[in-house]
């Protein structure tokens, strides 16, 4: 979900860059239980309209040879080129495979360094955001204004907007915090017991507000356990929602908190503040959310060193500025 929602900006400048052309995502399928399929989120509002997937790692012969059927057969000249930085040799091999299928224009991407890697800052050791490097990297259609809203755009429909109100109606308040506490990779958890405290200052401190945890549904158990720490109104939304529907309640909350994972990108991208909670697995700034409204704790040290009175703190500045 997160390298979905960062691309956003760009795929918004294809579209308008390419009006009344078929868009094809070609793009690998989910690695993890916890990862959502990526036409779940961009296919109902039109930013693709149709999807080819194949697996992570494909290396086999004959897989290959299916997977340039099905490109050849879109009739597809042109492809923009979004993936993550891989370096120069993987783009190279790609490179190759796209002119082999027929393909003449890639855009993107390129046999230039500063294209494929992130641009860092030697005074203060950060990366550049993701985003900023992805929209450097198709420059040739034109620049993208990162800090517009509508480069970030869901194009939430109003049914949806409904169906959030709907599910928040038992918490009695519009004052809310959503939180995420899950990922795919263990290494960016922040752990359970600074979470329970957290909530439990939280609650204490900040009674008006109530607390909806969204995330997959083997968080559930965890979500329903940190909840039991809040004194305030709370919702467990664990597993009952699809994409567009959790970016649909987390356009409504207050801030949101999490860690290094989709939900923390799908909760900029709808507008809400966010406060990250960021270890040592990349470097900063990188993968933190876009824009100067939110507030990162990434330690270098690992994200075990990152403390509960530094969050609070966070989300005091959070609340005052509401």
């Known amino acids: 979900m997160g390298d979905t929602v960062i691309s956003l900006p760009c795929l918004h400048k294809v579209s308008s860059s390419f ?4 868009k094809i995502l070609l793009t690998n399928n989910p690695v993890s239980s916890k990862a959502i399929p990526t036409d779940d ?4 509002a039109g930013i693709i309209d149709e999807i080819i997937n194949y697996n992570v790692g494909l290396r086999s012969i004959p897989d290959l040879a299916k997977l340039r059927k099905k490109i050849v057969l879109t009739g597809a000249d042109t492809v923009i080129y979004l993936k993550s930085s891989k370096g120069f040799f993987p783009y190279l091999r790609e490179y190759i495979f796209f ?5 003449k224009n890639i855009i993107g991407g390129g046999f230039i360094n500063s294209l494929l890697d992130n641009k860092s800052n030697p005074r203060t050791g950060f990366i550049e955001f993701e985003a900023e490097r992805l929209a450097r990297s198709i420059k040739n259609l034109g620049d993208i204004d990162l800090q517009s809203e ?7 429909t109003e049914d949806e907007l409904r169906f959030a109100d709907a599910k928040l109606a038992s918490l009695g308040t519009d004052k809310f915090i959503a939180i995420n506490i899950g990922g795919k990779n263990p ?3 922040w752990g359970q017991g600074n979470w329970k405290l957290l909530i439990s200052e939280i609650s204490g401190s900040y009674p008006d507000f109530g607390f909806v945890v969204v995330g997959s549904s083997d968080e559930w158990l965890r979500a329903r356990d940190l909840l039991l720490e809040s004194t305030t109104k709370s919702i467990n939304l664990c597993g009952v929602l699809k994409p567009r529907q959790t970016a649909a309640i987390l356009s409504k909350s207050s801030f949101f908190i999490g860690h290094d994972s989709g939900p923390l990108h799908l909760a900029a991208s709808v507008q809400a503040r966010c406060i990250g909670i960021f270890g040592n697995l990349n470097k900063p700034n990188k993968w933190h959310p876009y824009g100067n409204k939110h507030i990162v704790f990434h330690s270098m040290d690992g994200i075990d060193s990152i403390n509960v009175s530094e969050v609070l703190n966070g989300v005091t500045k959070m609340v005052n500025s509401l």
């Open 41 to 44: 989120l961009l296919m109902p």
């Open 187 to 189: 290494n960016k958890d």
């Open 99 to 103: 002119h082999l299928s027929g393909i």
């Open 19 to 22: 009006p009344g052309y078929r």
């Open 150 to 156: 509508d480069a970030w755009s869901l194009f939430l």
